[in-house]
């Protein structure tokens, strides 16, 4: 019986242990390895000075993540021009004074932000292939899916107004401008998508007379979004939400976005074209996770430095 069993068993232990391993690598090393991504972006107007733009995403800040606080304090040695918050800060109804913690040395700069559902709601533990299976469903968030029952609804409003107070633009469903040593840009923002939170009426419009730049910002990337702000002209969107995928395969990607948004543009700079209307699109894949499944694989948390340029 041994000889019958034993090769069976000992491929059994070693795919267990590869698979501890991955685990272990995954929460103890991935999730907690931040990187910087620097893109440019060829956006502005002829003759105009680079800007430094950081977007920082998806922080899902849990209590106790001195790490993460520590690596997103440090980023304001990079002096970006402004800061651009696309949502999900929180993981953790406690967290609140972490996050602004964290965020306090990028609040000094100009900033705009949007939230994500998980400002306003506290996450539940989910099964991770539920996502496959909505894929496969084309349901994402209540984007098809009945509505949440029972969610624990975090205290968004203090960070809310800690933002305000610094002086960075709430594009919850409205616009706003930034003036940078003689330019002016101009932003319209988006309530999530995710949980239907958007209201594309009440800010379409196109860009605004007399801006040198004009942004669409908004937390979770679903097309109807990325359609809306593209056919109205912006030339180029800002989003989170995907985490990039997360847990994505090497040397393949990922196998989600978590909204209807294709996973060839999961993360990164892409493009979205409407008709004769094209916009760079830039997903953030985040820096952090859902605490009820903090890992990461092949999908390091990241923050991005867009340096835009003139246009070629």
Request: aromatic residues 8%; charged residues 20%.
């Amino acid at each position: 019986m041994r000889a019958r069993y034993g090769v069976p068993l000992k491929v059994t232990a070693v795919g267990a242990a590869v698979g501890a391993a991955g685990l272990a690598y995954a929460a103890g090393f991935e999730a907690r390895s931040f990187r910087l991504r620097r893109i440019t972006v060829p956006v502005l107007p002829h003759g105009a000075r680079p800007l430094r733009v950081l977007q920082v995403s998806d922080i899902h800040m849990v209590c106790g993540q001195r790490k993460k606080r520590a690596w997103l304090q440090s980023l304001a040695g990079l002096r970006p021009d402004f800061v651009v918050n696309t949502g999900d800060n929180l993981s953790d109804p406690e967290a609140v004074p972490e996050v602004l913690d964290a965020l306090g040395p990028l609040m000094e700069f100009p900033g705009v932000y949007v939230f994500g559902s998980n400002d306003y709601y506290g996450p539940k533990l989910r099964n991770p292939a539920r996502y496959l299976l909505e894929k496969v469903q084309g349901k994402h968030g209540l984007n098809g899916n009945a509505p949440a029952v029972g969610v624990v609804h975090n205290p968004w409003e203090p960070m809310r107004d800690a933002f305000d107070e610094a002086g960075w633009l709430n594009l919850s469903n409205t616009r706003g401008r930034l003036k940078l040593e003689g330019m002016e840009l101009a932003f319209t923002g988006l309530d999530d998508p995710h949980i239907k939170r958007d209201r594309y009426a009440e800010v379409q419009g196109g860009p605004e007379t007399g801006a040198d730049l004009s942004i669409g910002v908004v937390h979770a990337p679903y097309i109807r979004s990325l359609d809306a702000f593209t056919a109205d002209g912006y030339p180029l969107i800002l989003a989170g939400h995907t985490h990039g995928g997360q847990l994505c395969i090497p040397f393949y990607g990922a196998l989600v976005t978590n909204c209807d948004l294709d996973t060839d543009r999961v993360k990164g700079l892409s493009s979205h074209t409407v008709g004769d209307q094209r916009a760079y699109l830039h997903v953030s894949a985040g820096c952090g996770t859902n605490r009820y499944t903090p890992v990461r694989f092949a999908c390091p948390p990241e923050a991005t430095l867009l340096t835009l340029t003139p246009k070629g």
